[in-house]
């Protein structure tokens, strides 16, 4: 048997995750030493309740309610507690006493991300977060390193498993959001409180993470442009699917031309995706990254998005990573924020469009529809007028379906007002983006 | 703008990826200084004729014929030549004089991989191979990696662009394997010498190479049994069709229980794969690897398996990443094959079976067919049987399609063989392996 190295690691947190990563490290020492060249030995796992119950029976003497005491010392710290403070002070505290550390904490990293980097820079250590992002994907890591080489120009992700369960159990039975949500909740696949999810903050934060790593530029999360899909209902997803689409909540990070040079948009929001698309398929809870990149065409990364074992395989991943760099010598690698690109305000990103409105039936007015639209600079691609009621002598009801060319999203939305204002138009269904085709 | 330390960058040939990796390291010089945070210097290709004509026209000063010449002082040596020699004795040359080696070489990695990692091993440097394996899709990192702390069950990968494309077409079209083959030869997706795509070396090389990083254990090439996909016929392919299944050349690498421990199986054969499954998504010379782990559970990364531009994109993700450890320091982290696992022989596999027999068509035939197959330990799950022709008086023809439970290779083997000697089985038509259901 080889003689290894040991290697201190300290876990803080012992939830969901933290203790299916404390019960891999315990039961798979010896393989994981055999990867890393070193053995883990799991010094101390800080938790806020030595008694509380847990997924995994971790042995006692292991627990400790002191983080700091733990931290001292240790080679790699997991920090697995979630939230800003005080896993920002701790991971801090970690990488000062030259720990490198690991965390799935997406909350953090995409509103402290260059903090955390710029002090493991300082002292020649790393911070690693491939679990902070899609689960047990490898998504991290291949856009950190396998395509440092290319130039990432969109990724589209499915990065929200909650409310791809949702939107796929409404297309798939026409149920409505309310219904499918509360289903969601009994089954454990939406929490009590589910605005993080359904409202798109929990994707906004990964799209700006996936961002900020595929352009080399430091995204905050309040440049991401964010919507939910509670106005999702099923007439919209069927009306979708009469048409070839699938909704899904995307998470679009994107490069564009800019006058003479660059910039870049992020932003989650439902969008159309048409059935062909790979990113159509993806069922249930689970994710997928779609990336698009100049030399390396279009690839796809999918599998399970969320779930306590599958994001412990993503830490150990990282965990592994960390102490052959301990083993090897060598400072951490730092991220490239160099590129530096300008984000575009949401109003001047370029997308087409599918507009739902409900018109009265009677002459003149699609003509005054397509005067405003025109008037607005959206040109028009497709129209579908269908009757909803008859108005049996007094004008009936139709709803107008408009797929727009490219438009601008300003020109878009000061449009979309001027429709609703305009007396022929009785409600404004949905706009949504179609994105993918 | 920031100073960087220089590395100098030898590239050995200009074929379709050298060429293309040649472009973009002189065209996208400063952004791939500002991710690797060295500049890269392409100080010289070497090529057989410096006058051949190229993909992508590059300066005559940087060609030269000596490759020998060009590797002393390299820090970094990209071999793209492919073939065992001379490319492996320059990789050698390369890795004693300290200098860290890409390459996309599938051939000599599957069959002299451990020599060259030994090689990096004692000098600290690294062998990187990205794009040996599924052209520009992320997979080589991703297990090396990302997975390092979880365990790798199953991989079943489509890792060959032109038989999916056969097969593809096939199953869409209906068309014959001679046809469509003559078909991609002409559109250049075949080689006039089909034999190492459609009798499955090429792949066989990509799945010694998986199944060796997935379950840490040095895989001889010539321990992965191959079979290709000449013997397939429209009829099977419409066949599969109707039983609910598409047929897709698979490598498949395979953790199994053996005795009291465990072994591992690595096979490349035709196998009936459920439309279901993501695999049978997977159109025309497109790649995919599925992966299923034990915690990670089921992953899968898509995208272009071959093409200069694509599999260049790999190559710079690797001198990226090699250029980065130049900066850092410290040693390079060798290959891990310490778990090595005996490797099964085809014979001890156990999958389940779809058998395809033309019988005669009269009493008894059934009984002498499940007779055959319950003495040799094979379990009929289903079976169906279709009038190929009626006898007029004489006994008619019957296609018999049964499918089994899991049996062993070598049963099913020896059973097979008995049908075809029974007196009552005109013909084998197709035994076929089921995948991924």
Redesign the interface.
């Known amino acids: 048997m080889?003689e290894f190295r040991r290697l201190r690691v300290a876990l803080l947190g012992a939830g969901a995750v933290g203790s299916?990563v404390a019960h891999?490290l315990r039961t798979?020492a010896d393989?994981?030493a055999?990867?890393?060249?070193a053995a883990l030995d799991l010094v101390g796992i800080a938790v806020r309740d030595v008694d509380a119950p847990r997924d995994v029976e971790l042995p006692r003497e292991l627990l400790t309610t002191d983080a700091d005491q733990l931290i001292v010392g240790a080679d790699i710290v997991i920090e697995l507690t979630g939230g800003i403070e005080p896993a920002r002070s701790r991971i801090l505290e970690a990488l000062n006493s030259g720990a490198d550390v690991v965390t799935a904490n997406k909350a953090l990293v995409a509103t402290h991300g260059p903090e955390l980097f710029e002090a493991a820079d300082q002292v020649?250590a790393t911070v690693s977060y491939?679990a902070a992002v899609a689960g047990?994907?490898?998504i991290i890591?291949?856009l950190r390193?396998?395509?440092?080489?290319?130039?990432v120009h969109r990724i589209m992700g499915i990065v929200n498993g909650t409310t791809n369960y949702i939107l796929d159990r409404m297309d798939r039975e026409g149920s409505d959001f309310a219904e499918v949500l509360a289903d969601a909740q009994a089954l454990g696949y939406a929490e009590a409180d589910p605005t993080a999810d359904v409202d798109g903050f929990d994707a906004a934060q990964k799209a700006a993470i996936l961002a900020s790593l595929a352009f080399?530029t430091a995204v905050p999360l309040d440049a991401v442009h964010r919507e939910g899909i509670t106005a999702i209902d099923a007439q919209t997803i069927a009306a979708a699917r009469g048409a070839g689409y699938v909704i899904k909540l995307l998470a679009v990070c994107e490069r564009v031309a800019d006058g003479d040079g660059e910039a870049i948009s992020v932003r989650v929001y439902p969008a159309l995706v048409p059935r062909e698309h790979?990113l159509a398929?993806v069922r249930g809870a689970n994710n997928a990254v779609f990336v698009q990149?100049?030399?390396?065409?279009?690839?796809?990364?999918?599998?399970?998005g969320a779930?306590g074992?599958?994001t412990?395989?993503?830490?150990?991943?990282?965990?592994?990573?960390a102490a052959?760099?301990h083993?090897?010598?060598?400072?951490?690698?730092?991220e490239?924020t160099?590129?530096n690109l300008p984000i575009l305000p949401v109003g001047r990103v370029q997308t087409r469009y599918q507009i739902t409105l409900e018109v009265s039936d009677r002459p003149g007015v699609l003509a005054t529809v397509a005067g405003i639209l025109s008037d607005g600079s959206v040109s028009i691609a497709t129209v579908e007028q269908t009757v909803i009621s008859e108005g049996n002598g007094k004008p009936g009801a139709a709803r107008l379906v408009i797929g727009t060319h490219t438009a601008l999203e300003q020109n878009l939305g000061d449009t979309v007002d001027r429709l609703a204002a305009s007396g022929v138009v009785d409600r404004v269904v949905s706009v949504l983006r179609v994105e993918g085709d």
């Open positions: 080889t299916q891999l798979h393989e994981l055999d990867r890393a060249g020649g491939e047990a994907i490898p890591r291949p390193d396998s395509l440092a080489g290319d130039r080399h790979p398929n990149a100049e030399a390396a065409g279009d690839l796809m990364f999918y599998g399970a779930g074992i599958q412990a395989s993503a830490v150990l991943g990282d965990v592994v990573s052959r760099r083993i090897a010598g060598g400072t951490g690698v730092g490239s160099r590129a």
